[in-house]
């Protein structure tokens, strides 16, 4: 069946380094694909969506471009702040599964001063 | 921006006891859904539905029931809870229209004693 995959339930940085978080999905049918974050005590809001092969995506500093070629979606951000420290969710919707999403287990993104 | 609210943010029950969570979104959305954070496994759908009276089972659906009563609210019921529902519960909201990114509203902490 569909599904998601991210790699790295921890990840560390300095403030002012880049990141990649990983994001890799599986499916058959035409995918779109989400980035959420979700601070501390709030709930998870949209980040970044795309369908579009090869097309960077950008908000808040943070960018993704979907590779159907290598079924991946990872969220970068060339310099991150403090503000920065949250959970990240890669999600994907696919023509099969309707209004369905589904989610990966979630990026913990720590950002030290 | 979608408007999500729950209630209520916090529960405390013991094993047996019967809970109703409440959701209500404001932006004519079609589509709700009901969700379960813990840790290492990210957001699991329970149970979502597509307009009022309408109920589709989702992926972790054992010992949960929903009910749509209007467009508007969104109800989960556990009504004999046992501890390993005590979770995080999160309510979403989409529209029918794609690419169906979903609003969340901010959450309801449970816990079953």
């Known amino acids: 069946g569909d599904s998601v995959t991210q790699t790295e339930g921890l990840v560390t940085l300095t403030k002012g380094l880049p990141v990649m978080l990983n994001c890799t999905y599986q499916t058959t049918y035409s995918p779109f694909l989400f980035w959420y974050v979700q601070h501390l005590n709030e709930a998870p809001k949209l980040l970044l969506k795309s369908s579009t092969d090869n097309k960077r995506t950008e908000h808040q500093g943070f960018y993704a471009t979907l590779h159907k070629s290598s079924s991946s979606f990872h969220l970068q951000k060339s310099s991150v702040q403090l503000s920065d420290s949250a959970l990240y969710f890669c999600a994907l919707s696919a023509s099969n599964m309707g209004y369905k999403l589904t989610f990966g287990t979630g990026t913990s993104l720590l950002v030290d001063p | 921006e979608a408007a999500v609210t729950q209630s209520p943010r916090n529960k405390v029950t013991v094993t047996g006891g019967n809970v109703t969570l409440s959701c209500r979104q404001t932006?004519?959305?079609?589509?709700m859904y009901w969700y379960r954070q813990d840790t290492g496994h990210g957001l699991r759908l329970i149970h979502y539905s597509y307009g009022a009276g309408n109920l589709q089972i989702g992926d972790v659906p054992d010992g949960y029931k929903a009910t749509r009563t209007t467009q508007e609210d969104f109800f989960l019921l556990l009504e004999l809870a046992s501890p390993s529902q005590t979770s995080l519960y999160f309510c979403?909201?989409?529209?029918?229209?794609?690419?169906?990114?979903?609003?969340f509203g901010p959450g309801t902490r449970l816990t079953v004693l």
């Open positions: 979403a909201s989409s529209d029918a229209r794609g690419p169906y990114e979903q609003y």
């Open positions: 932006n004519s959305h079609n589509y």
